[in-house]
């Protein structure tokens, strides 16, 4: 009977959309996120450098027969020319194992968020130079 009537289709027609209160919760929820993305791409941006540091020591001396002294050259002048500033050349691990050396860059990563909620985001790029 009050589907039918012009009084129920307008309250019908009244109750689309959203609330003021929906909306504010809404925007703050997508803003948080949107926030924890901005603090986070520059984290990923330098372990971007990082990777591609390690992968250019594999590409370069991969099969050379390079020694630790010439990779640990090549490291510092890339991290140089990078400009990796959360860890240094020393902090890269390059150690003898059967058939080559295997360079390993691993390191935390802490990025401030809200007040005293921090991202703490762990890497580890490893690549295997054969002699």
């Given amino acids: 009977m009050y589907a039918n009537s012009p009084r ?3 309250s019908k027609q009244r109750q689309s959309g959203m609330t003021t209160l929906g909306l504010i ?3 703050s929820f997508i803003g ?3 926030f924890a ?3 986070l791409m520059p984290v990923y941006l330098n372990y971007m ?3 591609g540091v390690v992968s250019g020591v594999h590409e370069e001396f991969d099969g050379a027969n390079a020694t630790r002294a010439m990779i640990r050259s090549s490291i510092s002048r890339r991290f140089d020319i990078e400009s990796v500033g959360v860890i240094s050349a020393r ?3 390059v150690t003898k194992v059967e058939g080559g050396y295997e360079v390993a860059a691993t390191y935390s990563h802490k990025a401030p968020f809200i007040a005293n909620v921090s991202f703490i985001v762990d890497f580890d790029e490893r690549a295997l ?3």
């Fill in 49 to 51: 450098k990082v990777a």
């Fill in 129 to 131: 130079v054969r002699r």
């Fill in 32 to 34: 948080t996120f949107a």
């Fill in 91 to 93: 902090d890269v691990k």
């Fill in 8 to 10: 129920g289709l307008r």
């Fill in 37 to 39: 993305g901005l603090r």
């Fill in 25 to 27: 919760i809404l925007v």
